[in-house]
Structure formats: C-alpha cells, structure tokens
C-alpha cells in the first residue's frame, strides 16, 4: 500500500514554492528555452507513497469487471466531446498547414475576355496568364505565426488526452458510484424487511399484552426513517446513469447496468498502482496545454512586432496578351515583375498599442502557466491525502460496524432472557444501522479516492490511450 507522512507533505509544498520561485525568475524570458529550464518534476520523487508493482496504464481492468471494461472501450469510441476534440485536432493541422503554405509564392491563375464597341469600332482584347505575390519574411512575422499555429495544433491535441484522462475516470467513477448505491439500497431493503417482521411479532405481543404501543411505535419510526431513504438513494442512482450516459454518448435509458455484489468489497485492499508517479504528474495534459498557450502568446507577440517594421514583396504576371486562335508569336507574351516595400507607418500608434496588448497577453499567459503547475501540484497532495484518510476512515467505520453488531446481538439475547426492555434493543438495533451504512460510504468513498488519485497521476497511462 501507501504511506503518507509529514516528510512527504512538506516536500511537495516545497516543491511548489520553487515552482513558484523558478516562474517568477524567467518570467522575462516567455522563450521555450525557459521553459525547458522548468523540468522540475524529473527529478521529484514526492510520489513515493503509491506502489509501482503491477502498475497497468489501462489501471480499471484490475478491477476485474468485464462491464466496466465495456463501458470505457465504448466510452472512448463514442464520446460526443472525444469525436469534438478530434475534428478540432485535424482543423488545427490544416491551419498549420495554411500557416507554413504561406512561405511559399501565392497567386491565382486568370483568364480575362473583352471585347467592346466605341463609336462603330470594335475592339477585342484578351489576357491569359498567372499572377503571383511572394512576401519576404525578413522580420520573422510568418515564422511567428507558423509558431503560433504550431503551438495551437499541440494544444488541440494535448486537450484530447485530457479529455481522455476525464472520460476514464468519469466512467470507472460513475460506474463505481452506481454500484456503491446499489449496494446501499440492497442494505436498506434488508434493514426494512428486518425492521417489518419485528413489526408483526411485536403486534402480536402487544395484542397479547406483553409489550407496549410505545415499542411498536418506536419501531415503526425506524421503519420509516429507513424507507425515506429510498427515494434519496433511487435518485442518486439515476443521476449515476445519467452521468455514465453522458460519457458513453447514449441516453439514460439506453445504458444497461448489472450489481456486481463483491466488485467494491474484492477491490478495497488493492493499491493504486503507477509508473513513475512523479513523472506522470509532469506529464499532466493540463500543464501541456497551459505551456502551449503561453508558446501560442508568445509567437503573436512576436509577430504583432514584426508588423511594426515594412512588409517587403515581389509581385508579377507573365502569360499572354491577346492571343488569337492558334497563331502565337513572342509579341504576344507579357510578363512582369514587381518588387514592393510597404510600411504602415500612419498605423505606428495603432499597431504599437496592438503589440503592447500582445505583450501583455503573453505575461498573463506565464502566469497561468505556473498557477497550473501549482493547481497540479496541490491536486495530487489533495488525492494522496484524500486516500490516505478515506482508507483510515474505512477501517474506523469496519471497527464500528463490528462493535455495533456484537452490542446488537447482546442486546438481542438480554432482551429475550428479560434482562433488557425493548427500547434498549431498538437502541442498539439503530447504532448497527447506522454503523452499518456508514460503513458503506466509507468504502465508496475510499474507491472513489482511488479513482480521484489516478485521476491526479493521469499524465502517463492517459497518453497511452491517445491515437
């Protein structure tokens, strides 16, 4: 298993105030050379607490559930959002491509006719021909733009791997929490079988004389107390359906789930098991995408600069001129060749406010960056956290449960030796009620934990699931 201490605690906050540091140190240069200074998670091993043996990428097939593993290969093939993100990769590769065609000379083909009439004179006059512009990029403004364009392609993709990491742990969550609830609402139509027997026996005792209307009514308010649960955990159920509908790109009727009895028993003692857990908090998409937006701002500032110096190209034509049937001669081609140089000079103010914003845009984006990485940072010491005390309070709760069911039975033999009234043993039947749903909230909540902790270390096993 994990374990989680102070030493752990204070190395990760450590850990974020140098993250802090470091930004605040390069923030002059937004450069991907800066950035490339920034790799401090390789060598991190804050994450020591998690087991690395029998680590699996595709880390929901340990739970050995055949319908959750259905559930994420259909998730993943039919997801609305995955299919969206994917239409938005390939249109940024095609904006890539348009960015990095505009190197290259660009023109049109013309094929022009007239033919007019001035005074009982006809004239004719025809062209036929190619025109072409090639902007020199001698200030780097399409260089710019191409790197922007690059760095936007990259988002797109990285924002697909996080949607992927989201959709995974949204199914096994759901799916989890379905069953958690199914579980709870078998515990409570037991809790209410139980309690409606009792009922009938202490009838016929009361009728008889030997107990009271008190007991009966006391019992009869435990009976209720346990069917409004009912309603609360039916919707709760739904809710998980409509959740896991979501992902699976279906509506909530189409969905069909099983109880699988022992799935959150059988799965409570195994690990969260990881690859280089340090080096999958790195690799989180989130933090990807926070540096290719900064790489994105960056290179439009660079390019609103280089719209402040002249845009310098070479323009031309050559085809022919008025060519007639099949009768061609060296009189009849033209050609040209246009150098040009333009300077938005009466623009200066306008485009120096313009690359001032950029600038400033570029800053904003830095500073998202490091609160991203630090975000990261606190989200994985909040899942390890999390799971470290969710697996305290599940063994607390299975402590309690056990304790309540012994007073339970005790109480039950006293009663029926005369030793104990009733009441008292609907004291003590209530306590092994509630200790017993608390103690199966306390084992989602420590499945759930593990989930949220693999969730956390996503930037490795999520990238394996990208095509």
């Known amino acids: 298993m ?22 605040c140190a390069s923030s002059s240069n937004l450069g991907e050379s800066s950035l490339e200074k920034e790799a401090f998670f390789a060598a991190q091993s804050y994450a020591a ?5 029998g680590a699996n990428n595709q880390w929901w097939e340990t739970y050995q559930s055949q319908q959750l593993d259905a559930f994420v290969k259909q998730a993943l093939e039919s997801n609305r959002n995955l299919q969206a993100a994917q239409q938005r990769l390939k249109a940024s590769m095609e904006q890539l491509g348009y960015e990095e065609a505009q190197y290259l000379p660009q023109g049109d083909v013309t094929a022009l006719g007239n033919r007019e009439s001035t005074a009982g004179v006809i004239e004719s006059n025809a062209s036929l021909g190619a025109n072409f512009s090639w902007q020199l990029d001698l200030f780097g403004r399409i260089s710019a733009l191409i790197k922007g364009a690059e760095a936007k392609s990259f988002q797109a993709q990285e924002q697909k791997t996080q949607l992927v990491a989201e959709i995974v742990s949204g199914v096994t969550r759901s799916f989890f929490e379905w069953q958690g609830n199914q579980l709870k609402l078998q515990i409570v139509n037991q809790q209410i079988v139980a309690l409606t027997e009792s009922i009938d026996v202490l009838q016929a005792r009361v009728d008889e004389g030997f107990a009271s209307k ?42 069909q789930l099983s109880f699988e009895t022992d799935l959150i028993n059988s799965n409570l003692i195994q690990p969260v098991a990881l690859t280089q857990p340090e080096k999958a908090v790195s690799l989180r998409p989130e933090i990807s995408i926070a540096r290719y937006q900064l790489l994105e701002q960056s290179a439009l500032a660079d390019a609103a600069r280089a719209a402040l110096y002249p845009d310098i190209s070479i323009s031309g034509f050559v085809g022919l001129i008025n060519p007639i049937g099949g009768q061609l001669s060296s009189n009849d081609d033209a ?30 984006a830095f500073s998202d960056y490091e609160n991203t990485i630090v975000s990261i940072i606190a ?44 009441l ?41 699931l990208v095509l």
């Open 335 to 364: 050609w040209s060749l246009t150098p040009q140089l333009s300077w938005s000079i009466l623009s200066w103010p306008a485009l120096k406010a313009q690359a001032r914003a950029q600038s400033s845009l570029s800053q904003a």
């Open 214 to 255: 008190l007991d009966i009514n006391r019992t009869y308010a435990q009976l209720n107390e346990q069917k409004t649960l009912l309603p609360q955990i039916e919707t709760a159920l739904y809710q998980n359906k409509a959740t896991l509908a979501v992902l699976l790109g279906q509506t909530p009727e189409q969905v």
């Open 379 to 422: 989200e994985s010491q909040t899942a390890l956290v999390s799971m470290k005390q969710s697996k305290n309070l599940h063994e607390f709760a299975e402590k309690r449960l056990h304790h309540a069911e012994i007073a339970h039975e005790q109480a039950k033999a006293m009663y029926e030796e005369g030793q104990m009234p009733y």
């Open 424 to 464: 008292d043993l609907l004291s003590a039947r209530q306590d092994a009620l509630v200790a017993k749903q608390a103690a199966v909230d306390a084992k989602i909540a420590f499945m759930l934990a593990k989930i949220s902790t693999y969730k956390a270390f996503s930037g490795g096993w999520s990238r394996t």
């Open 49 to 53: 607490e998690l087991s690395e043996s």
């Open 2 to 23: 994990f374990k989680l201490n102070l030493t752990s605690t204070a190395k990760l906050s450590t850990l974020a105030v140098a993250i802090t540091l470091a930004g």
